[in-house]
């Protein structure tokens, strides 16, 4: 047990994904969201007990409901593919075929080693083939992706593949930009740091398109 403990620790100081795609299991939504709530409240209630907290007290009676829906409606609500966001896209009749860049896109996420904040912005910038997006799609792409227990790295790749797909072209670039609090707030302690990642196809391969980027954000 202490073996497993000691490996456990390891993997939470690291940045390890088995894959791009967020790790469920085949029967992840077969319970309503509703008994989810009640199962995680009940399970909550009995950490918070363990803890030696009153839950007596008025301020801490409804804390274990009040985590539970925040989980399943909030927090967490990005692993449910019926959250995922419509994308719409649109013919570029404008014929605008320069690069467009939208920035400092806020996010909030979870790291799945803690479940500890992640909080950050992401960059995006894509040069169309025909297609465009409405600006807000961007951020809901990254709000629905943020919202699970993430890695980084995993959800920079997923914003990209999103993005990819509805626009159909590889002109993609995403950074993210990132606080992780279970840096910043125990380990280390370290209150400086911060972890930025990308990924990037088609013509952002292009040192030239690529640095356009970079001086625009």
């Known amino acids: 047990m202490k073996q497993q403990h000691k490996i456990a620790d390891s993997i939470g100081d690291n940045h390890i994904s088995t894959s791009a795609e967020?790790?469920?299991?085949a029967d992840a939504f077969v319970m309503p969201d509703d008994q989810k709530i009640e199962a995680i409240a009940e399970h909550y209630k009995k950490i918070m007990e363990i803890l030696g907290l009153d839950l007596?007290?008025?301020?801490?009676?409804?804390?274990?409901?009040?985590?539970?829906?925040?989980?399943?409606?909030?927090?967490?609500?990005?692993?449910?593919?019926?959250?995922?966001p419509e994308i719409s896209v649109f013919d570029n009749k404008y014929q605008y075929n320069k690069m467009l860049v939208e920035s400092q896109i806020?996010?909030?996420?979870?790291?799945?080693?803690?479940?500890?904040?992640?909080?950050g912005v992401?960059?995006?910038?894509?040069?169309?083939s025909g297609k465009v997006i409405g600006l807000s799609k961007m951020n809901r792409i990254v709000a629905y992706y943020g919202r699970r227990p993430q890695v980084q790295e995993?959800?920079?790749i997923q914003i990209f593949n999103e993005l990819k797909t509805a626009l159909q072209t590889n002109d993609v670039i995403v950074v993210v930009e990132a606080e992780h609090l279970c840096v910043s707030t125990r380990g280390v302690n370290d209150k400086t740091t911060k972890t930025t990642t990308?990924?990037?196809?088609?013509?952002?391969?292009?040192?030239?398109?690529?640095?356009?980027?970079?001086?625009?954000?």
């Open 22 to 25: 967020t790790p469920l299991r």
């Open 56 to 84: 007596t007290d008025d301020s801490l009676r409804g804390t274990p409901y009040r985590v539970g829906k925040m989980y399943v409606k909030e927090l967490f609500s990005g692993l449910n593919p019926k959250n995922k």
């Open 106 to 119: 806020t996010f909030n996420s979870s790291c799945e080693h803690h479940f500890l904040p992640i909080i």
């Open 122 to 128: 992401v960059h995006i910038g894509y040069i169309s």
């Open 154 to 156: 995993r959800m920079t």
């Open 198 to 217: 990308l990924e990037y196809g088609g013509k952002f391969e292009e040192d030239q398109v690529r640095n356009d980027f970079f001086k625009m954000i």
